[in-house]
T-cell receptor, first 113, second 111 residues
Framework: DSGVTQTPKHLITATGQRVTLRCSPR?????VYWYQQSLDQGLQFLIQ???????AKGNILERFSAQQFPDLHSELNLSSLELGDSALYFC????????????FGPGTRLLVL | AQTVTQSQPEMSVQEAETVTLSCTYD???????LFWYKQPPSRQMILVIR??????QNATENRFSVNFQKAAKSFSLKISDSQLGDAAMYFC????????FGTGTSLTVIP
């Protein structure tokens, strides 16, 4: 158990809908990272937040947005969902913001029908 | 742009033998970290080992060690005395100002 929690574990929704994925980092970690892993694919970095501020941005679609709250938990919002958005979404956390080991949560499995 | 390449989609090893997984990367940054993560069928991402680019000494964690060749931009993972529990997808990852993962190597351990 990495200490990173993600909810929900599974999510099934329809195209065009909007969902919110939630992540709580390890105690003491200030950075949260979001990744997307499509079927049989590697991980694609989406975005990083550090202490409430956006720190780095990867291949995140405009339909997706994220934020980190004062209690350091983070939410990833996915809107206008498409079939291709079906994937495993990982959250990771680290203590600082630069080049530190990331600890991954168990992931949220999203299925868009 | 930084990229991470794992040229071996699949590898197999006999139990108790040694196997090496390859990873190369491309970067213009001088300061970065490299990681190997393991992803078993549960899909949980588990850190195996990490290497700081400024360190010349290769990282070692029990049966896992790396061969880090900075000039060649190569970062291979050696698993010694392979065990059935080592069977998983292994991802090489680069962490500089951005974060990149390779496409993974699926490792099968043969009893």
């Amino acid at each position: 158990d990495s200490g990173v929690t993600q909810t929900p574990k599974h999510l099934i929704t329809a195209t065009g809908q909007r969902v919110t994925l939630r992540c709580s980092p390890r105690s003491g970690d200030l950075s949260v990272y979001w990744y997307q892993q499509s079927l049989d694919q590697g991980l694609q970095f989406l975005i990083q937040y550090y202490n409430g501020e956006e720190r780095a941005k990867g291949n995140i679609l405009e339909r997706f947005s994220a934020q980190q709250f004062p209690d350091l938990h983070s939410e990833l919002n996915l809107s206008s969902l498409e079939l291709g958005d079906s994937a495993l979404y990982f959250c990771a956390s680290s203590q600082g913001s630069l080049q530190e080991t990331q600890y991954f949560g168990p992931g949220t499995r999203l299925l868009v029908l | 742009a930084q990229t991470v390449t794992q040229s071996q989609p699949e590898m197999s090893v006999q139990e108790a033998e040694t196997v090496t997984l390859s990873c190369t990367y491309d970067t213009s940054e001088s300061d970065y970290y490299l990681f190997w993560y393991k992803q078993p069928p549960s899909r949980q991402m588990i850190l195996v080992i990490r290497q700081e680019a400024y360190k010349q000494q290769n990282a070692t964690e029990n049966r896992f060690s790396v061969n880090f060749q900075k000039a060649a931009k190569s970062f291979s993972l050696k698993i010694s005395d392979s065990q059935l529990g080592d069977a998983a997808m292994y991802f090489c990852a680069y962490q500089g100002n951005q974060f990149y993962f390779g496409t993974g190597t699926s490792l099968t351990v043969i009893p």
